[in-house]
């Protein structure tokens, strides 16, 4: 069910007037029942799949506080489940690369299953509860409203990655209908369709020439403009109309987006972009491995290691991964830069519109460059680089 669809149009109208009729005592129940339906659209093995694997880590997580075997089982499992539907090519194309060294031998057919709806998402929601109900900072809860949590249907299939206590607190206490919860779910829905059916698809017409040989370099430079700002203007877009559809129902959920590319370093970009993602890995991988506490050596490696785990985490590629370490250099490049040349600038500098708008530039740039890592495969991705550079 695309959100951009007539067929979801009519679903999130018809929920929305009845959940508003429902008594206030029912209206959780009504809108679990509305997601259920929902992923039942897609698939009833969906349905199923989903069910049982939020259902085993629920009961997981009521014996993982402070016990560390439960911790690790609730992570592991839906981790397993996703590596399942989503690794297995990735797991081809590197044995691949290893059956090429004289000696090895290696083969892996991997079994054809579609991926699941919303399956990443789903479970980074899991690992969430389960790591927060190990530490004791999870709210009363019944595994009723830890099913809604689960299947809300606005956020399930692209996020944002909502987290628990905040769902939670605004689950069964809605006070009753208002008004502006239907003018601000429109304006954002309404923003999101512009940003994604308007501007998105026509941006594509020029960034699908990414995939093209033999163009000149200010052609590939157009398509990487293009694509730079259609990555934005659909994710984004999608994600307005997310925002939009849950607050239909009198939830805020958290936000995606907050004007990266006007960003003047790569770390505000990156805690402006996708940042209930970049949130989720810096609460539950970067810090756990130390963060940038232990030393500059090891916030090199931690640095590396969750900007490629980002990059694993939105394809299953290694051209994906590569992009990740690409970010993951610029980040290392940008902390080098404050400690051993910014420090040692003059305050005005830092504080005027031309060293923010010079920065701005450089960072827009670099993002840019990068994305063709992201769109590309090996091969093209460092083809198209050097036309970027007029090096062909």
Known sequence: MEFTGWIYGIFLIVAVLVYWLVPRDLKGYFLLAASVLFILYASPFYLILLFLLSSTVYFISRKAFDRRFWLITGTIIPLAVLGYYKYQGLLK???DIIGQIPGFHLSFAPIQAALPLGISYFTFKLIH????SYQGNRPEDTYWRFLLYMFFFPILPMGPIERWPNFVNQAWKLKGFRWDYLSEGLARIITGLFKKLVLADTLALYSEKLNAAG??????WIAIY?????IYFDFSGYSDIAIGSARFFGFRVMENFNNPYLKRNLSLFWKSWHMSLTGWF?????IPLGGSRAGFNRTVINTL????VTGLWHGASLHFILWGLFHGGGLIILRLYNKLIAARLPAYWHESRLSYALSTLLTFHFVTVGWVFFAEDFQQSFYVIKKLLFIL
């Open 129 to 132: 509860f389960t790591v927060d």
């Open 215 to 220: 163009l000149s370099s200010t052609v590939y």
């Open 305 to 308: 290691v969750v900007m490629a």
């Open 282 to 286: 810096r609460d539950y991988v970067f």
């Open 93 to 95: 194309e590197i044995l």
């Open 226 to 230: 293009a694509y730079a700002l259609r």
